[in-house]
C-alpha cells in the first residue's frame, strides 16, 4: 500500500462546505492524505501542513476562474470584472475570529478545475471582517477611505458670474419649485405626493435641455458637454435616490397581458429608479442588442451573444433578453472544441439545448417585473420569483448531469497525492463527456440564473466599472440584511438561518425602503471601491464627475450640492429646494423653526427643543439653502425678459428673484434682498411697476410697494420727453397707491394753479394722458380698476381730485362752443353759465374752508388750495352784472361770506393769492415773459411756472395755445381800469363791491 493510499474514500481527508462555492475560489491547499510515515515518525520534523491560515480567494474573482467561453475577444471592449490577475498575491482576510474555507489545490497547467459552487458571503464578507469606514488593499492590509467629501471642496471653483442657462429651463424650473411650494404649504399631508410630482417635472426639464449621452469607454457626460448637462448628470441620480421616479412609461411588456395596465411616469420603486438612470445617463459601451438580434445567421453566431443576454438581463431589459434566446438560433452558435467536433450541435444536442432554452424563458416570462411590471424586487412576488430560480438551478445541474455526489466527493485514485489533480481531471471530463447538454450551454446558463439570484460575483464580473457594480448590488437587492449570520456556513445552511432568524420580524427595506437602500448603496461602493483591483473599480479623484457620483453612493449630499453650485446654480437651486421641503438637506435653514413659532412655540421652547439658533450653529463650508437660493436670485436680477419656447412664459429676471427671495428661511434677509433689487431697478414702464407693486404685495412688503410707487410718480410727474406734458394722470394714480398725500395734493394744487394761471383747463383736452383722461370722465374708469387693486388709494383719490376737476368742468363750460369736451354735455347759453357758476362756487367755497371768519385752520383737508381764492374770484367777474339773473340768493350771500373772509386772512395766505392773480394777469399781458433785471433777479413763482407752461402749449411744436378759442376771459376786462400789469387783491375786490351795489339796485326794483 502506498504510503499516501487511504482505506477507503470515506477515510481521505476531504475540506469542509466545499459544496455552492463560487466559481471564482481558490482551490484548497490542504493535502489529500496524511504526511508520510517516515516524516511523520520524527515529531521534531517540519509539517507539511502550511502554517497559519490558507490563502483566500479573491472577493470577486480568482486568477484559477475557468475562462469564459463566450467572453469577449480581443477585438471587442471587454466587460471588465474583478478578477485577479496570476501575478497578483491573493487577499488575506482579517483575523478577527473568523473561520477560513480550505480550499482545494489545483494546477491550471495540468487542467484541474476548482470546485463549483463556492459560497459567496455577499456584503457581509467585507463589512464582518474590516472595520467601517477602512478599506483593503491588495496584500490584505487596511487602507484608510478616500476623503471624497474633502477631494470635492477642493474642486469647487468660483460660482458663475452669470447665468447662460435657457430661459426656458428657468422659467419652467421656477413654475414647478413655485407650484411645488404651494401645494406643501397649503396641504402639508400631501407633502410626499407634491414633491415626487415636482421632481418628475424638473427631471423632465432638465433631459429636454441637455444631452445624456456618457462619454465613450468612460464616466459622465462627454467632454464638451456644457455645465448644466453635468449638473443634470448628478442631479438626476441623487434624486433618483430620494425619490425614485420614472418619466416615461415601462416598456417591459412588448405585448402586455390583458387586465395587465402599464405603469405609468411617476413614483417607482429605487431599483427600477437606478436602472432607468443607468439606461439613461450611463452607456459607455453601445448596447449590442440590436447588433446581436438582428445578426446572420441566428443571434447565437455572433460571438457577444451571452454578453448581451447578461447585460440586457443586469440592466432590467427582461424582454430583450427573452427575445435573444428565444430567437437565438442554435444550430449556427459557436461551439466549444469541447462540446462539439467543430461542425456545430447535434440534433440531439439542439433537442437538449431547446429544451433546457423554453424552460429558461418560461421562468423569465414568470417574472413580476415582466407579467406585472412590479419592480419590488424586495417584496414577495421577487422572493417567490427567486426561489423558482434555485429550483430551475437545481434541475439544470441535475439535467447535466452534475450531482451533489460528484460536487462534494472528489475522486480518488489509490490515495496517491500527486495523481489527485489528474483524476479531478478525469472526473470533470467524464462529467463533460456524459452530460446531455452541452458544457458550455451549462455553464452560460447556470451563470444567467447566478445573475437572477443576484449573486454577488456573477453581478459584479458583468459590471463594466465601479458605478455600475455598486448600483447592480443595489437593485438587485433581496432585502435581506445578512451581516448577522455566519460567513463560513454553506448558502442552504445560511439561507435556513436567515429565515429562522428573520421570520416573524420587519425588515428595515420594509419599513422604510429609502434610507435601507441608500444605506446599501453606501456599503456597496465601500465593498466595490475597497476590494476591486482593477483600476475602473476605483474612482478617478482627479476627474469632479467620478468624485460626484462617489459623494452621491456616499450619501454625502453637502459634497455633492458643492459641486454642483460651481456647475449650474439654476439646477442646484432645484435640488436645494427639493431636499429642503422633503427635508433631506443638511442645514437647510429655519423652515421647520418658523413652523413651530407658527404654532405657538415661543423661542425658549424651541431652545429647550433644540431648535433654538444657538444650539444648531452652521459649521465651516457647509451648505446653507439660503445662501444658494440668494446668489441664484442675483443672478436672476440680472437678466432681462425670459420667454420660454412655446411662448406661454413671460417673466423678467428681477420678478423670478423675487419669488426665489420670497421663499428664503430668514425672512428679514429675504426682505432686504428684495430691497435691493428693486432698488437697483429701472422703473421704465407701467407695466413693470405694477408686476413690482404686485409682487411686493404678494410678499407682503406693503411699505417697499408704496416707496417704488412714490419713486415712480415722482419721474412720471417731473418728466416731460418729446415736448410732451407729464403723465399727471399716471402719476396721480401712483401717488394714490404709494399714499403719499402730501405729495397727491401738491400735484393736483399744480394742475388748478396751471389753469387758473391760463383762465383753461390745463392741460388742453388733446394732451390729456389717458389715466387722466378716464379720470376725468363720468365712468371713471382708472379710479374703479383702482379700487379693486387699493380701495384706500382709490378714496384718497376721489377725494382729493374733487376740486380740480370741478375747476376744470368750469373752464369746459364756459368753452363749450369752441372746445368740444366728451366729458361736459352740451347746454343752453343761460344754463351753461349757470352750471359754470355753480361749479366755480363750489372751488371757491373748497378753497376759503380753512379760513373760516378769517381764521386760519390747517386742521381742515381742502380740495382746492387758498392760494386760488383771487383768481376764482376773478374767473366770477364775467358772470356778475349780466341783464339774465346768473346767481341765486344764496350763492350771493356765500359770496360774500367767502370775500369778507378772506379779506381778514392772515397776510400770508393773502399774499400767495395775489401772487397767483398778479401771475395769471402777467400771463394774460405777456409781461410774466419779460426779460427785465427784476425778473431775472427773482419773483414770484407763479411766473416762472407760466413761463415753464405756457411754451409747451403755444411753442413751435404745432400745439394749439391755451384758451386760444375761449368763451370768455376775465382778465380782458382789466383793461378799461389802467395802471398797466399791477393787479391785486384790492381792485378784485373792488369790483366785487361793485357787482354788490347792482344786485342791490336789482333787489330794490324788483320790490317795487
Known sequence: MSYFGFPGPSDSPSTPNRKNRSLFSQPSTTPAGPPPSHLADFPSHISTTPAGPPPTRSLFGSSYAAPNTYARKANTPARRGFMVPQSSPPLDEDANGEEYEDDVMSDEGRGVEPPRDMERSALASSFMSSTRGLKRSRNGMVKEQLPYASIAKGMVAQAPKDMGEPSDLVLRQEEIVRRMDQLVESQPSEKDTAVSEGVVELTKVWQHHTEPRTKEAGMGPRADASPITRASYLSTLLLQLHHPHTTQASQQQARPQRGVKRSQPGRTTIPRALLDWLNTYHTPFPDDYNAVWRYQPSPAAHERFWDSVYYSLIRGKYDQAIRLLTDAGWENAITDDQDSAGDGFNDRQLNHIENVVEHCTELLRACPAVRHDDWDIKGSDWAV???????????????????EEDDDTPATNSGNVFRMGDSMSLSTASRKAESKLPWSIYEALKLLYTVLLGDVDALCDNSQDWLEASIYLTVWWDGDDDSTAALNKSQSLRRSILQASTRGKTREVDLTPGAAYRRRLVQAFDLVVGTGEDAVFEPDTLDPIQVGLACVLNDNVDAAVRLLRSWSVPV??????????????????????EDLLQRGFSSEDLMVLSHGPSLQPSKAGEVERDDVLMEYAELLAQRNDLQSDDGRLKREGWELAVGVLGRLSDAAAGQAKVEHVLEALQLDGEERVDKVLSACQGLGLGEQAKAIAERYADDLASSAEGGNQPAYGSALIYYARAHATAKLKDTLSLLTSCCLLHSAAYPAQPLLDPYLASLLTQDRTALH???????SAATLLAKALSGYATTRHFYDLRDQNTIASPSTPSLPPLARKRAAATSLLAALESAADCIPGGLYDPAVDSAVPTSCLLALLGEMLPLLGLPQRIWTKPQIFTLLRIVEDFATAPQRLRGEAEDLLRASVGSFRGAGLGKGKERDLGGSSWDLLASSTLPVQTGGNGKAPVGGAKGWDW??????????????????????????EREREREREEKC
Do not use: M
Not at 573 to 584: D, H, Q, R, Y
Not at 977 to 989: H, I, K, N, T
Open 785 to 791: 380698476t383702482l379700487t379693486r387693486d387699493d380701495p
Open 385 to 403: 420569483f427567486r426561489q423558482s430560480v434555485r429550483t430551475a438551478l437545481q434541475n439544470l445541474e441535475l439535467y447535466a448531469g452534475e450531482t
Open 572 to 593: 442646484v437651486a432645484g435640488v436645494v429646494e427639493v431636499a429642503a421641503l422633503a427635508g433631506w438637506l443638511p442645514h437647510a435653514g429655519g423652515r421647520d423653526k
Open 971 to 996: 382778465r380782458s376786462g382789466l383793461d378799461g381800469l389802467g395802471g398797466g400789469v399791477e393787479v391785486g387783491a384790492q381792485e378784485v375786490v373792488v369790483l366785487r363791491e361793485r357787482e354788490r
